[in-house]
Structure formats: structure tokens, C-alpha cells
T-cell receptor, first 110, second 112 residues
Framework: RKEVEQDPGPFNVPEGATVAFNCTYSNSASQSFFWYRQDCRKEPKLLMSVYSSGNEDGRFTAQLNRASQYISLLIRDSKLSDSATYLCVVPPSGTYKYIFGTGTRLKVLA | DTGVSQNPRHKITKRGQNVTFRCDPISEHNRLYWYRQTLGQGPEFLTYFQNEAQLEKSRLLSDRFSAERPKGSFSTLEIQRTEQGDSAMYLC??????????FGSGTQLSVL
């Protein structure tokens, strides 16, 4: 099993739609979780950290399910500018070796 | 510009040649990371440093790859005897005490 797994997509959604991505991880002891956004031919940039109790930043909500070992990202009211690849990052416990998933491509259509 | 800086932005080389990339992290950041990314894949971990110490190196990294961070500031990544399979984007990132990673714009390597 890969350390971090994501559905590569693409997810094609209309503007205004709500879309959710999941990311599963294999190390049950992992303590830190992040979502990064990567635009085409650009470097990844932090979108948000994921906290145990779940957290929200505007239209974006991140959640953690420790029992099933996955994190999720929910985007409400999708904008054309949300089109990008969303990468989940999970460092194994006891290390700062940040492991990236393959990314999920999102296309928001007009 | 106080972000992560990588040079060169692009490198084209012939198979068998050696190449070296440079990364200048954000000045106060003590951790520095190297990743490799190919089309359609997420960044693949190569190695990371805390100050000048190389703390971890991917098992996927062959002996042709070496990285240094001699004074705990900038870092170099060298690939010896390049192969076509080495063609990729090489990304450098830095962080402060395990906080979020800040990435440079990357070096795109093409091995002909």
C-alpha cells in the first residue's frame, strides 16, 4: 500500500458546485496533515493544514478521519480559479519527511 | 525577493553528463528539501537537511545523486552520468522547525 493515496481525477465540475476529495494514508501514527495546491507548471503552495477537529477557511473545509485513515478537502461554490491539482501531504510519525500524494486534478467548468 | 530561489530554471543535457542544481532557501529556515516531480505525479521525496546535516535520503535515490548543504544555507543537488529517466522537475523547499513547506520554482531537467 502506498504511504499516501489520492484519486488522480480529473474531477470536472460546473461553477458553483461542491466537490470533495479524499486522501488515504498508511501510517496510523501520523500527526500532521496538509493540503497543497499546484497550478499547471507551478510549484506547490500550501492551501491549508488539517487539524484533528476539522477546520474551515472560507469555501474550503478540511477534515481528518483517524479511524479510517483519510483526510478530506471540501470545496464549496467552486470558482473557475479553483482549477488546479490538489496534493495531500502526510509526514510519517517521527519524521519531517513530507510525503505527497499523486494529486487530484480539478477542472471547474463555466 | 525573500522566497526560495532555484537555479537554473531549465537545464538541457546529454545523457552521461553531470549536472548540478542550486537552491537558496528562505534565510531563517533550517530545513531544506529536494523533490523530483514528473508529469501527472506528485512531488517525490529525495532528501532533506536540517541545517547542514542530511537527515534522510530516499531509497529510490541511486548513488548517482548527491546533495550537500555545506554551511546550512544553500544546497546543491548533483546528478552524475545522467540518464533519460532523470528528466523531471527538481523542486527545492524549505521550512522552519517543521512548519509548512515553501517551494522554489524548480529546475526542469531534460536529458537527451
Amino acid at each position: 500500500r502506498k504511504e499516501v493515496e489520492q484519486d488522480p481525477g480529473p474531477f470536472n465540475v460546473p461553477e458553483g458546485a461542491t466537490v470533495a476529495f479524499n486522501c488515504t494514508y498508511s501510517n496510523s501514527a501520523s500527526q500532521s496533515f496538509f493540503w497543497y495546491r499546484q497550478d499547471c507548471r507551478k510549484e506547490p503552495k500550501l492551501l491549508m493544514s488539517v487539524y484533528s477537529s476539522g477546520n474551515e477557511d472560507g469555501r474550503f473545509t478540511a477534515q481528518l478521519n483517524r479511524a479510517s485513515q483519510y483526510i478530506s478537502l471540501l470545496i464549496r461554490d467552486s470558482k473557475l480559479s479553483d482549477s488546479a491539482t490538489y496534493l495531500c501531504v502526510v509526514p510519517p510519525s517521527g519524521t519531517y519527511k513530507y510525503i505527497f500524494g499523486t494529486g487530484t486534478r480539478l477542472k471547474v467548468l463555466a | 525577493d525573500t522566497g526560495v530561489s532555484q537555479n537554473p530554471r531549465h537545464k538541457i543535457t546529454k545523457r552521461g553528463q553531470n549536472v548540478t542544481f542550486r537552491c537558496d532557501p528562505i534565510s531563517e529556515h533550517n530545513r531544506l528539501y529536494w523533490y523530483r516531480q514528473t508529469l501527472g505525479q506528485g512531488p517525490e521525496f529525495l532528501t532533506y537537511f536540517q541545517n547542514e546535516a542530511q537527515l534522510e535520503k530516499s531509497r529510490l535515490l541511486s548513488d548517482r545523486f548527491s546533495a550537500e548543504r555545506p554551511k546550512g544555507s544553500f544546497s546543491t543537488l548533483e546528478i552524475q552520468r545522467t540518464e533519460q529517466g532523470d528528466s523531471a522537475m527538481y523542486l527545492c523547499a524549505s521550512s522552519l522547525l517543521g512548519e509548512k513547506l515553501f517551494f522554489g520554482s524548480g529546475t526542469q531537467l531534460s536529458v537527451l
